[in-house]
């Protein structure tokens, strides 16, 4: 090809050809914007040649194209793959329809091209820069950064900043700077002494204001020389500070070799300060234990062993009562590893079921279109097992109707008999069920049935979860009063190692519980058992699943704390996973160790039927040992802007909450600091007693103080105690919604020692 015609993107140069599915799109196309049955817009879309943002107008418009950053796209998916399409799946063939799935909880983009080759083009392309961006290292990210900052400080696109733009970048930038000192980093970045600085002069002016005084103090006191590390200062460095003195001295070898972007320094064997920043601020640098990020955890034991990722009414986006169904709620919830899903279902008008929250003005999609979703992204982000916790509310008929969808649409997913053929005397594991979809519901008789010879239907009790739903619920007054309904043998045959059984009390539990039963409490029930029995609910436990969800009062999708529920080993705590907030980031923190495969061992204590454990008395346990945390808060890095009002600089400050046992509940914070969302440096030392270690969570929250008002929430990161790491590490801040506020971040100094 002619490289001289060619414009593809700069950092996508190390591809050998032109992509010429970049090229469509920056040509530019018209795409249907598919939204409802009434409504669809012609729009034009194109791809800027930054290869970095997307503009598109409607074909009415004059000529004031919006924008959106590649960035904030997720993924591409192909075909019928969102509501609105599968609404309208006869209108368009699937080859020419594409859904743009953005970050955090911004609705989908569904566009429909021209012909089958274009919307080929720009799957393909928008496949390509996602990647590409996906997999920028970090020094990478930090030049788009620095680049992206220029892009947006150059306001007359004159290819170079002013003083009077980098003032208002700096604002932009949440800092509030002293204009003597700013003007001074910029005469001194100005070596052409021109008045303006050019891209180059601005990555030098950047790096001035951005440095981080703490880290050099650190490098230069385990520097020899004062201006390197060799390997052996490293090797101190990680023994004193991080602890990482077990691991040997190919350890700082690998380091250099992966962060120092020098080639003499790294052909030397040391490390500059460039390098020991991008290594602080890499994943090695991170407070998670990047070893806790794989799949670490020992997955053969029995499935009751473990905390499972659970959604409630996970077909809900909005709230419980007008909200919007959608198996946008599936697909969702299992990107974030959830591996219990509910589905309430319902006779629907053409004989077909339908999914919704009965009784409200929910709306309703079909079951098989969740079914054929559940197929579809069941094992993408873990191969272990699904459990579909079915509401049934159908008629006969339409209770065949699921069980043949259930067959048909899973086929060799749908775990059909027991793994090994005979009755269990214990639950399988995770690694025995990889792969398999399971049913939960209620079910006609035990396992122990299972070569006898059913009844085609039978009478089963409904004094279950669903009921108990109903009662605190708001809209008991349509429930029939009869509450006895016929479950067909097709769909009870299906229900395996999850089966629904009321509970009585603990005693008859453990006569009569079968290792399959599992019970469902509502939030309020379950804590009215941990106050009066959390040591016997906690043994229970050990023995047999339980789930808990939600009181039918909490109409507006809010959450309770899964915490307490954690603490007496309920393996389903199922929450409203659209709904964000603090209930939502302990249960993203726990879940993302282990891979994010949505199961996480229970702690040993929690697992063992033969001795109690009392929550409530941690210090009982034969082998209590008690141990302080300190971290010391020393410094927070680019903090976004809580509103985009120009002038108004954030003032943070840090609290970090401890949730686990009762008496490990804590939190302390750090004063705040006037307008400085930069580079705040607070230094100040908090402490904390930790009692039982292996279920505390660790959640570190930034917020912009105000005297007057309420605290805006800035940022927030939570990870289990158990994966911390000690020393000096990088906390990645996260947003509201879970999407990562990269280069947002805060500095700090774990120590981790056993209390005396
Ligand atoms: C951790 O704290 C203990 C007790 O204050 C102290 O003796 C120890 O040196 C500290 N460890 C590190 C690595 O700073
Ligand atoms: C290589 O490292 C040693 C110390 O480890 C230092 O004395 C020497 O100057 C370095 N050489 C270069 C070329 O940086
Ligand atoms: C915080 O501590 C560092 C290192 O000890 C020191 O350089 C810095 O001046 C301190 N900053 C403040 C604001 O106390």
Avoid at 80 to 90: K, T
Avoid at 238 to 244: A, K, W
Avoid at 527 to 547: G, L, M
Avoid at 585 to 591: P, W
Wanted: with cysteine; charged share 25%.
């Amino acid at each position: 090809y002619d490289s001289g015609e060619c414009s593809y993107c700069p950092w996508t140069n190390h591809m050998q050809y032109p992509d010429v599915s970049l090229e469509i799109m920056k040509a530019g196309s018209v795409l249907r914007k598919a939204k409802s049955r009434m409504w669809r817009g012609h729009r034009h879309y194109k791809l800027q040649d930054d290869c970095k943002t997307i503009a598109y107008k409607s074909s009415w418009a004059m000529n004031s194209y919006s924008t959106f950053s590649v960035g904030d796209v997720e993924a591409v998916r192909e075909g019928h793959e969102s509501d609105v399409f599968l609404s309208v799946a006869d209108e368009y063939p699937p080859e020419r329809c594409f859904t743009l799935v953005f970050r955090g909880r911004r609705g989908n983009l569904d566009l429909v091209a021209e012909s089958a080759e274009e919307a080929q083009a720009w799957i393909r392309g928008m496949q390509t820069l996602i990647e590409n961006l996906q997999s920028m290292g970090e020094s990478e990210k930090l030049d788009q950064w620095i680049s992206d900052l220029f892009l947006k400080a150059d306001r007359n696109k004159d290819g170079r900043i002013s003083f009077k733009e980098v003032r208002r970048l700096l604002k932009l930038m949440n800092m509030d700077m002293n204009e003597d000192h700013a003007s001074s980093l910029f005469r001194m970045a100005d070596k052409s002494q021109t008045g303006f600085l050019g891209s180059e002069e601005f990555v030098h002016f950047y790096k001035m204001l951005t440095q981080r005084k703490e880290v050099v103090e650190l490098f230069q006191e385990y520097s020899s020389d004062g201006q390197t590390l060799s390997h052996c200062d490293l090797e101190e460095f990680l023994r004193e500070e991080q602890l990482e003195g077990d691991r040997s001295q190919e350890h700082a070898l690998e380091l250099i070799q992966r962060y120092e972007p020098s080639d003499t320094a790294k052909a030397n064997h040391t490390m500059s300060i460039d390098g020991f920043l991008m290594y602080l601020t890499s994943a090695d640098g991170s407070i998670f234990n990047s070893e806790d990020q794989r799949l670490y955890q020992d997955m053969t034991q029995p499935l009751k062993h473990y905390f499972i990722s659970s959604s409630h009414n996970t077909y809900l986006l909005e709230d419980q009562l007008k909200g919007r169904s959608s198996v946008e709620g599936y697909i969702q919830a299992l990107k974030r590893g959830c591996r219990c899903l509910e589905i309430d279902c319902w006779d629907g008008s053409s004989g077909e079921p339908v999914v919704y929250h009965g009784h409200t003005f929910t709306s309703k999609i079909l079951f098989k279109d969740v079914i054929n979703t559940v197929a579809k992204y069941a094992f993408k982000t873990s191969e272990y097992p699904v459990i579909l916790s079915i509401e049934n509310r159908c008629s006969v008929e339409q209770q065949k109707v699921m069980a043949q969808l259930l067959k048909d649409i899973l086929g060799d997913m749908l775990l059909r008999t027991t793994i090994d053929g005979k009755v269990p005397s214990v639950l399988p594991s995770p690694e025995e069920l990889k792969g398999k979809i399971l049913v939960k519901g209620k079910k006609i008789g035990g396992l122990e049935s299972l070569d006898a010879d059913n009844p085609v239907s039978g009478e089963v009790s409904d004094e279950d979860d669903s009921s108990e739903l109903r009662r605190d619920s708001l809209t008991t007054e349509s429930l029939p009063s009869d509450s006895k309904q016929s479950l067909t043998k097709e769909l009870s045959d299906l229900v395996i190692y999850c089966k629904n059984e009321h509970f009585n009390n603990f005693e008859h539990a453990r006569i009569h519980g079968k290792p399959y039963d599992i019970s469902s409490f509502s939030e309020s029930k379950a804590r009215k058992i941990i106050k009066e029995a959390a040591a016997d609910f906690a043994q229970h436990n050990a023995r047999q699943i339980t789930r808990v969800y939600p009181s039918g009062l909490r109409t507006d999708s809010s959450n309770f704390c899964p915490q307490d529920m954690w603490n007496v080993g309920c393996q389903m705590v199922a929450l409203n996973f659209q709904t964000a907030g603090l209930e939502m980031d302990l249960n993203d923190g726990l879940f993302s160790q282990n891979n994010r495969c949505g199961y996480v061992l229970k702690p040993e204590i929690l697992r063992n039927s033969e001795q109690q454990f009392n929550p409530d008395k941690p210090q009982d346990r034969k082998d209590y040992c008690p141990l302080i945390l300190t971290i010391q808060v020393i410094s927070g890095q680019q903090l976004p802007k809580v509103n985009n009002k120009v002038g108004s600089i954030v003032d943070p400050f840090v609290r970090v909450e401890i949730y686990g046992l009762p008496a490990d509940q804590a939190t302390q914070e750090t004063s705040y600091i006037e307008n400085n969302g930069l580079n705040p440096c607070w230094n100040e030392t908090l402490e904390f007693a930790v009692h039982t270690p292996e279920l505390a969570l660790i959640r570190f929250v930034v917020e912009d103080y105000d005297m007057a008002t309420k605290n805006d929430f800035i940022g927030q990161y939570t990870v289990p105690f158990s994966c911390i790491q000690s020393g000096y590490r990088h906390i990645h801040l996260l947003s509201k919604d879970g999407t990562s506020l990269r280069p947002s971040s805060l500095f700090v100094n774990i120590n981790i020692t056993e209390a005396s």
